[in-house]
């Protein structure tokens, strides 16, 4: 079974940084994109970013130029940089890993981002 630890959350005025990690293991594939999502209160959750194997990445919008996912191949993690946080940044995070094969995603356990005004 897919295991996705996340980690890195936390509380950050505005204008701050945070880093998050999720550390994969039990992939029985190999070939996925990895990505994040986030779900605000009340809000409908949403595509944050994705990177594949190659390293392509994708970012919604609204993070363009303020986050950057990454991932260490030999330590089996990825990583969300953020910074500049804004408060509507705040939400639960989400780790997830998509076998390319028949687009199967798993989800992490979350992680609370609160980014205080």
């Known amino acids: 079974q897919v295991q996705l630890v996340e980690s890195g959350g936390g509380l950050v005025q505005s204008g701050g940084s945070l880093r998050l990690s999720c550390a994969a293991s039990?992939?029985?594939?190999?070939?996925?994109?990895m990505g994040w999502y986030r779900q605000a209160p009340e809000k409908q959750r949403e595509l944050v970013a994705t990177?594949?194997?190659?390293?392509?990445?994708n970012y919604a919008d609204s993070v363009k130029g303020r986050f950057t996912i990454s991932r260490d191949y030999a330590k089996n993690t990825l990583y969300l940089q953020m910074n500049s946080l804004k408060p509507e940044d705040t939400a639960v995070y989400y780790c997830?890993?998509?076998?390319?094969?028949?687009?199967?995603?798993?989800w992490g356990q979350g992680t609370q981002v609160t980014v205080s005004s």
């Open positions: 990177i594949t194997g190659g390293g392509s990445t």
């Open positions: 997830t890993i998509t076998r390319v094969f028949d687009a199967t995603t798993y």
């Open positions: 039990r992939i029985p594939f190999t070939i996925y994109t």
